[in-house]
């Protein structure tokens, strides 16, 4: 499928339509973002049932504030809904494929109950 690009428009539409959804923020003049690109789109090629999400930090400034990103590239991977990992770097490919594995092996029910439970808590 490769990776989609998303906006202030598409941003919450695609976390909410779609179970796994990575995120990479990143922009042209960024050299890490650059190395990791390749590496990103080569892991949305093997794992097709994901999406592959990217934001362009500099045509999309406001969805970068409002995602409270302070240094790119940041990978950011949502399920069901849940922001579950939020990192900045740029990850090697074996890094990538663990950190797709344990979020494929996420038990969402607890992670669910851990959400709700510190809504409650204020």
Known sequence: MGTVDLTEATFADTIGAN???????????CGPCRMFAPIFEEAATTHPDLVFAKVDTEAQQGLAGAAGIQSIPTLMVFREQVLVFSQPGALPAAALEDLIAQVRALDMDEVHRSVAAASAAG
Do not use: N
């Open 19 to 29: 179970d796994i959804v990575l995120v990479d923020w990143w922009a042209s003049w």
